[in-house]
T-cell receptor, first 112, second 112 residues
Framework: RKEVEQDPGPFNVPEGATVAFNCTYSNSASQSFFWYRQDCRKEPKLLMS???SGNEDGRFTAQLNRASQYISLLIRDSKLSDSATYLC?????????????FGQGTILTVHP | SQTIHQWPATLVQPVGSPLSLECTVE??????LYWYRQAAGRGLQLLFY??????ISSEVPQNLSASRPQDRQFILSSKKLLLSDSGFYLC???????????FGPGTRLTVT
């Protein structure tokens, strides 16, 4: 089983749609969680951290369920500029450095 | 504000040739530094991390090495490149071991 698994995608949605991505992680000792966005042939950029209480940043909402080891990202009112690969990222606990483990990514294409 | 630079942006090298990729961070002191590789169709994999000058830890055995000669400089090297070394190499930094990581623009390496 992969350490971080994401929806395989790709997701192809019209502008204005709501889309949700799911992610599961295997290490119950994981302590920090993030969503990164990666545009084609570019570096990943931090989209948002994910907190147990859930958090929202504009049109983006992230949720974490530690009991189920499940993370989600909801994008409302999709824009063309949201087209990218979304990476679910988990930071292991109990290490002396910030080891990030990345999911394979889910490709989102928003069309007119 | 902090910025991270990588060069070169792209590189085409023959098998057996040496490699040197450089990463520098501005606007912060004593950052944690990381080297990742993203192979075609695969997720990001942590290669090396450094918590200080001269302190390098390897995450996976491979044909590469890293050095940190200055506080904000991180270098990835190889004496003889293999075809399997092709990929997108990303440098990242963080303020603390458990903090968010921010990526540089990356170097796209093709070994021929």
């Amino acid at each position: 089983r992969k350490e971080v698994e994401q929806d395989p995608g790709p997701f192809n949605v019209p502008e204005g749609a709501t889309v949700a991505f799911n992610c599961t992680y295997s290490n119950s000792a994981s302590q920090s969680f993030f969503w990164y966005r990666q545009d084609c042939r570019k570096e990943p950029k931090l989209l948002m951290s994910v907190y147990s209480s859930g958090n929202e940043d504009g049109r983006f909402t992230a949720q974490l369920n530690r009991a189920s080891q499940y993370i989600s990202l909801l994008i409302r009112d999709s824009k063309l500029s949201d087209s990218a690969t979304y990476l679910c990222v988990v930071m292991a606990g109990g290490t002396s450095y910030g080891k990030l483990t990345f999911g394979q990514g889910t490709i989102l294409t928003v069309h007119p | 504000s902090q910025t991270i630079h990588q060069w070169p942006a792209t590189l085409v090298q023959p098998v057996g040739s040496p490699l040197s990729l450089e990463c520098t961070v501005e606007g912060t002191s004593n950052p944690n530094l990381y080297w990742y590789r993203q192979a075609a169709g695969r997720g990001l994999q942590l290669l090396f991390y450094s918590v200080g000058i001269g302190q390098i830890s390897s995450e996976v055995p491979q044909n590469l090495s890293a050095s940190r000669p200055q506080d904000r400089q991180f270098i990835l090297s190889s004496k003889k490149l293999l075809l399997s070394d092709s990929g997108f190499y990303l440098c990242a930094w963080s303020v603390s071991t458990q903090g968010r990581q921010y990526f540089g623009p990356g170097t796209r390496l093709t070994v021929t």
